[in-house]
């Protein structure tokens, strides 16, 4: 059970630091240009944060690691980390999904249903 929570937060960790250096840059392009805007970059709070959850990302999936094979973790976290990121991009960043990233995603999570269920 604790690789699974591992796994998950790994999962969700990586997810949400993906998401948070999207917010740093978003934020940084309104800033101004030079070397303010790489002074006030590496003060964004969400640039700090997002490399945290990596470092946090990181020591989650390295012990699921310890308890899954490779062949199940990575494929886990790599789509889970997709379809979270993708979600958010499109109710929070307004991103357009068209036809095939939908049909894309399905097979995704068709296919980590089917690797969950191996491991």
Do not use: C
């Amino acid at each position: 059970m604790i690789q699974w929570i591992a796994l998950t937060s790994g999962i969700v960790l990586n997810a949400a630091a993906n998401i948070l250096l999207k917010m740093a840059a978003r934020h940084a392009q309104e800033m101004d240009s030079g070397a303010h805007l790489l002074v006030k970059l590496f003060l964004n709070p969400y640039l700090f944060t997002g490399i945290l959850s990596f470092g946090l990302a990181l020591g989650a999936y390295s012990y699921s690691l310890t308890r899954f094979p490779l062949s199940v973790g990575y494929p886990l976290m790599t789509s889970l980390g997709l379809i979270i990121v993708s979600l958010f991009s499109y109710f929070v960043f307004a991103e357009q999904f068209s036809a095939g990233k939908i049909a894309g995603t399905v097979l995704i999570i068709l296919g980590v249903l089917l690797v969950a269920r191996s491991a």
